[in-house]
C-alpha cells in the first residue's frame, strides 16, 4: 500500500537558521502531497500542498516540491521564527472505498530556540 | 469555508464507561466525514470515514464505533473504554465537490484512567 516517510525528530534549531524537513512517499499513480502542521494542543492546520509534478506548494515562507523522480517532497524555509515550533506531518491521498483518505507520515517534532 | 466544531475539548473517564464524542460542520454539505486518533508521540490513525449519511467505513477493528445520524454530525462511541483508547482524537472533513483537501477540528483530548 501507499506510505510516507518523514525524517525523525525531534529537529532542534536556532532562530533564523535554514530548515529541511525530508518527506519521501510510496504510492500508485501520482497522488496529491500536502504538509500539515500541529501547534500544541491543537488541531493539523494545512500548511500548503501539491497536486501533481513539478508544482511547489508555499505558504508562510515554508515551500515543497513535488518530485516525482526521487519520489520526494521535502519541506524547506530560510529563516525560521521561534512561532514556527510544533509537529509538521507530511502526507499523500489516496482512494478508499468510494472516498479519498489521507495517509500520513509519523510527524517531526520542530523547536526553534531564540 | 467550513467551521469544524468538536465536543468535549478534554475529557476523563474511567475504564469501562461510555464514550460519545461529536463531530459538527459548518459552511458546507455533503462533506466526507473522518475520525482520527492520535496515540501520545505518535502520528495519525485513520479510524473511520463516512460519505454520507448512515455510512460508516472502519479501517482499524477495535473498541470503537461510528454514526452519521445527520450530514454535518459525525459520533464516536464505544460501551466500555480501554486504557488503550487514550489519545487525542481529531475529526477532519473533505468538502463535497473538486476537492482533495482535509480540514481538521480542534480535537478532543480522552484520558482513560
Known amino acids: 500500500g501507499n506510505s510516507v516517510t518523514q525524517m525523525e525528530g525531534p529537529v532542534t534549531l536556532s532562530e533564523e537558521a535554514f530548515l529541511t524537513i525530508n518527506c519521501t512517499y510510496t504510492?500508485?499513480?501520482?497522488?496529491?502531497l500536502f504538509w500539515y502542521v500541529q501547534y500544541p494542543g491543537e488541531g493539523l492546520q494545512l500548511l500548503l500542498k501539491?497536486?501533481?509534478?513539478?508544482d511547489k506548494g508555499s505558504n508562510k515562507g515554508f515551500e515543497a516540491t513535488y518530485r516525482k523522480e526521487t519520489t520526494s517532497f521535502h519541506l524547506e524555509k530560510g529563516s525560521v521564527q521561534v512561532s514556527d515550533s510544533a509537529v509538521y506531518f507530511c502526507?499523500?491521498?489516496?482512494?478508499?472505498?468510494?472516498?479519498?483518505?489521507?495517509?500520513f507520515g509519523q510527524g517531526t517534532r520542530l523547536t526553534i530556540n531564540p | 469555508s467550513q467551521t469544524i466544531h468538536q465536543w468535549p475539548a478534554t475529557l476523563v473517564q474511567p475504564v469501562g464507561s461510555p464514550l460519545s464524542l461529536e463531530c459538527t460542520v459548518e459552511g458546507t454539505s455533503n462533506p466526507n466525514l473522518y475520525w482520527y486518533r492520535q496515540a501520545a508521540g505518535r502520528g495519525l490513525q485513520l479510524l473511520f470515514y463516512?460519505?454520507?449519511?448512515?455510512?460508516i467505513s472502519s479501517e482499524v477493528p477495535q473498541n470503537l464505533s461510528a454514526s452519521r445520524p445527520q450530514d454535518r454530525q459525525f459520533i464516536l462511541s464505544s460501551k466500555k473504554l480501554l486504557l488503550s483508547d487514550s489519545g487525542f482524537y481529531l475529526c477532519?472533513?473533505?468538502?463535497?465537490?473538486?476537492?482533495?483537501?482535509?480540514?481538521f477540528g480542534p480535537g478532543t483530548r480522552l484520558t482513560v484512567l
Open positions: 502526507a499523500l491521498s489516496e482512494m478508499g472505498r468510494g472516498a479519498q483518505k489521507l495517509v
Open positions: 463516512s460519505i454520507g449519511i448512515g455510512q
Open positions: 504510492a500508485t499513480g501520482y497522488p496529491s
Open positions: 477532519a472533513c473533505l468538502r463535497g465537490g473538486l476537492t482533495d483537501t482535509q480540514y
Open positions: 501539491a497536486t501533481k509534478a513539478d
